[in-house]
């Protein structure tokens, strides 16, 4: 008797640490699950990432180098004209009725000289054209009004030069696509003249060519032409200002001849 409640004694303790014993490595489980899974995920995205690269770089290979590398020059010109035009453009951009009030105080206090020293001290367009037509004034008006439509037309064609670069490679990104499209197809089509047989393998090829080619060429027309609009709206913006300028300008040169 004594034995076997000795027994049924050290039964129930191991019993008593197992459970106790069991919710620790339970847990230790389960942190050790969550961390293999959160590896996973992290692992997951950097694999996706790499692929990406790994993948764009892989379609433009298979659109052929011809092609592709040419679309891709198209794209790199493009954005540099557009960088490059945006950043002037940016700079172009004055206050002109800030510009208009301080050229209408200096002539009220120290005449003509004083209004084309505030205008040679201020940069942009506007500012040119003021100086211009401040520079002629003393032939008449009509004479400074002339000049303003004149130098207007050449700070015009400073704004737009090289826009029409922009939309050349807009033009020709997608029609190079639609060229390799053609190229891919005839591959396809010699394949098959050659095989004697149309199986999906041979075509396969050469219509994947021809889809890189296009949706790569489209992509390039695309992101110009979001570049190309805001660079037109711009000028437009820069225009319609050097226009109303030019408008108070004449009425200061007016009120002071009087």
């Avoid at 010699?190 to 489209?218: H, N, R, W, Y």
Wanted: net charge negative; aromatic share 6%; proline share 2%.
């Amino acid at each position: 008797m004594k034995r076997l409640f000795s027994l049924l004694g050290i039964l129930s303790i191991l019993f008593v640490q197992s459970f106790q014993s069991h919710p620790i490595q339970q847990n230790e489980s389960q942190t050790a699950e969550v961390e293999e899974v959160v590896q996973n995920i992290d692992n997951e995205e950097n694999e996706e990432q790499l692929g990406f690269h790994q993948e764009l770089k892989k379609r433009f290979i298979e659109g052929g180098p011809g092609f592709m590398g040419i679309v891709l020059l198209c794209l790199i010109l493009g954005l540099a004209i557009a960088i490059e035009r945006i950043i002037y453009l940016n700079l172009s951009s004055t206050d002109s009725s800030k510009l208009t009030s301080e050229v209408e105080a200096a002539m009220k206090s120290g005449g003509i000289k004083a209004a084309k020293e505030v205008c040679r001290n201020t940069a942009g367009p506007v500012a040119s054209i003021f100086y211009q037509g401040l520079d002629r004034s003393g032939e008449g008006i009509e004479s400074a009004e002339k000049a303003v439509i004149a130098y207007g037309g050449v700070q015009m064609g400073q704004l737009e030069k090289n826009v029409s670069w922009i939309s050349l490679f807009i033009a020709l990104a997608p029609m190079l696509g639609f060229m390799g499209t053609v190229i891919g197809m005839i591959q396809a089509f010699d394949k098959i003249e050659a095989a004697g047989d149309m199986q999906p393998s041979l075509v396969a090829g050469g219509i994947k060519v021809a889809l890189l080619t296009t949706v790569f060429g489209l992509i390039v027309a695309i992101i110009l032409q979001i570049f190309y609009n805001y660079i037109i709206a711009k000028i437009d913006s820069i225009v319609n200002d050097m226009e109303n300028a030019s408008i108070d300008l004449m009425d200061i040169l007016v009120n002071n001849k009087k």
